[in-house]
T-cell receptor, first 110, second 114 residues
C-alpha cells in the first residue's frame, strides 16, 4: 500500500463546476498536511495547508479527517486556469520526511 | 526576494559521466530537500538537510548518488557514474520549521542520461 494515495483522474469538468479531490495516508503519526499544485513541466507550488478544523482560501477548501486518515480539496467555480495536477502531501511521522501523492490531473474546459 | 535557484536547468550527458546539480535555497530557510520526479515513480524525496547537516538520506537510490551542503546557501547533488535510469527532473526545495508550513521548490533540473 502506498503511503499517500490519490485518485489519478483525470477529472474533466466544465468552467464553473465544483470538483473534489480525495487523498488517504497510511502513517497515523503524520503531522502536517498540504495540497500543492503542479503545472505541466513546472515545479510544485504550495496551494494550501490542511487542518482538522478545515480551511478556506477563496474558491478552495481543504479538510483533514485524522480519524479516517483522509484529506480533501474542494474547488468551487472552476476556472480554466485551475487546470493542473494537484498533489496531496503528508509531512512528519518521524522527522520531517515528506511524502507526495502521485497527483490528480484536472482539466477545466470552456 | 529570490526563490530557490537551481542550476543547470537542463543537463544532457552520456552514461558513465559525473553529473553535479546545484541548489541555492531561500535565504533564512534552515531545511533543504532534494527530490526526483519521474512519470513512473512520481515525486520522491532523496535526502534532506537541517542547518547543513544531512538528516535522512534513506531515499537516495544507491551509492552513486551523494549530496552535500557545505554552507547555508549552497547544496549539490552528485551522480557518479550516471546511468540512463537516472534521467528525471531533480527538484530542490527549502523551508522553515522542517516543512511544517510547506516547502518552496526551485524550477528543477531536467537530466537526460544517454
Amino acid at each position: 500500500r502506498k503511503e499517500v494515495e490519490q485518485d489519478p483522474g483525470p477529472f474533466n469538468v466544465p468552467e464553473g463546476a465544483t470538483v473534489a479531490f480525495n487523498c488517504t495516508y497510511s502513517n497515523s503519526a503524520s503531522q502536517s498536511f498540504f495540497w500543492y499544485r503542479q503545472d505541466c513541466r513546472k515545479e510544485p507550488k504550495l496551494l494550501m495547508s490542511v487542518y482538522s478544523s478545515g480551511n478556506e482560501d477563496g474558491r478552495f477548501t481543504a479538510q483533514l479527517n485524522r480519524a479516517s486518515q483522509y484529506i480533501s480539496l474542494l474547488i468551487r467555480d472552476s476556472k480554466l486556469s485551475d487546470s493542473a495536477t494537484y498533489l496531496c502531501v503528508v509531512n512528519g511521522g518521524g522527522g520531517f520526511k515528506t511524502i507526495f501523492g502521485a497527483g490528480t490531473r484536472l482539466f477545466v474546459k470552456a | 526576494d529570490a526563490g530557490v535557484i537551481q542550476s543547470p536547468r537542463h543537463e544532457v550527458t552520456e552514461m558513465g559521466q559525473e553529473v553535479t546539480l546545484r541548489c541555492k535555497p531561500i535565504s533564512g530557510h534552515d531545511y533543504l530537500f532534494w527530490y526526483r520526479q519521474t512519470m513512473m515513480r512520481g515525486l520522491e524525496l532523496l535526502i534532506y538537510f537541517n542547518n547543513n547537516v544531512p538528516i535522512d538520506d534513506s531515499g537516495m537510490p544507491e551509492d552513486r548518488f551523494s549530496a552535500k551542503m557545505p554552507n547555508a546557501s549552497f547544496s549539490t547533488l552528485k551522480i557518479q557514474p550516471s546511468e540512463p535510469r537516472d534521467s528525471a527532473v531533480y527538484f530542490c526545495a527549502s523551508s522553515l520549521y522542517g516543512g511544517t508550513q510547506g516547502q518552496y521548490f526551485g524550477p528543477g533540473t531536467r537530466l537526460t542520461v544517454l
